[in-house]
């Protein structure tokens, strides 16, 4: 397997990261597959409508993803998954099931002690992952 899995929220850190993954993938003739994890808050409420929704948005913001990555490069094999779990978790667990080769993901253009007091998901990666972790700096404005 070995794939190329990459965490994409549609963010710019996120379309820049894309570009990096698509490359790589192509570089080791590897299938991308595009992650979106999110995490429903168990504090009360009614939280299967809230679930759909977001739901929902994962599908389209990995559709565009989906496309962009094609447009690309259209010899590079893309997949997407929606992953009910925080997205850190969701990473490492598409990782470890797919027998990762690295797993890419864009900066939110915030500093390292802000990611470290924050819990940002390039930092807790960098932090937890066994598999290698590329970040790529999200585009400057």
Known sequence: MHDIVIGYD???????????????????DAPLVLTFGYEVSPVGGETADYQARIEAIGEQVLAEGVAAAIA?????????????????????DVAA???ARVIVVGGNG??????????SVP????????FP????PAPEE
């Open 72 to 92: 690309m490069d259209p010899t590079v094999k893309v997949e997407s998954m929606v992953v009910a779990d925080r997205p850190v978790e969701s990473l490492l």
């Open 10 to 28: 549609g963010s710019d850190g996120a379309k820049a990261a894309l570009a990096a993954a698509v490359s790589v993938a192509k570089a080791f």
């Open 133 to 136: 972790v590329l970040v790529v």
């Open 123 to 130: 930092h807790k990666l960098l932090h937890r992952s066994t």
């Open 97 to 99: 099931a797919r027998s």
């Open 110 to 119: 915030a500093g390292p002690l802000r990611g470290a007091i924050l819990g």
